[in-house]
Nanobody, 124 residues
Framework: QVQLVESGGGLVQAGGSLRLSCAAS????????MGWFRQAPGKEREFVAAITWSGGSTYYADSVKGRFTISRDNAKNTVYLQMNSLKPEDTAVYHC?????????????????WGQGTQVTVSS
């Protein structure tokens, strides 16, 4: 089992920045690919970003590319999502997720463990 706890969400004006953190506990964190997904009210959960176990490869949704950066610190069992130039359409609950298997990183069902999420609200 892996437990994931997100933090760092909040209310920010458009153009501002936030840094989300996801702290993991349980099994060896460095064995897992980590992802961030988000879900806005009335919308389906969507992929935001992912990072492989070593941090050697990162992936981003087109909507956040160039604005968001995913990183991880395996010594601290934590994955981060730095969000810059935020837009009102980035408003959502952001969840981190972990997986030990393969498959496309943007497919949510490939992830075994999920956090409860942290709310991000961007005002215009």
């Amino acid at each position: 089992q892996v437990q994931l706890v997100e933090s760092g969400g909040g209310l920010v004006q458009a153009g501002g920045s936030l840094r989300l953190s996801c702290a993991a506990s349980g099994r060896t964190f460095s064995n897992y690919t980590m992802g961030w997904f988000r879900q806005a009210p009335g919308k389906e959960r969507e992929f935001v970003a992912a990072i492989t176990w070593s941090g050697g490869s990162t992936y981003y949704a087109d909507s956040v590319k160039g604005r968001f950066t995913i990183s991880r610190d395996n010594a601290k069992n934590t994955v981060y999502l730095q969000m810059n130039s935020l837009k009102p359409e980035d408003t959502a609950v952001y969840h981190c997720a972990a997986r030990s298997g393969g498959g496309f990183v943007y497919i949510s069902r490939t992830y075994e463990y999920w956090g409860q999420g942290t709310q991000v609200t961007v005002s215009s």
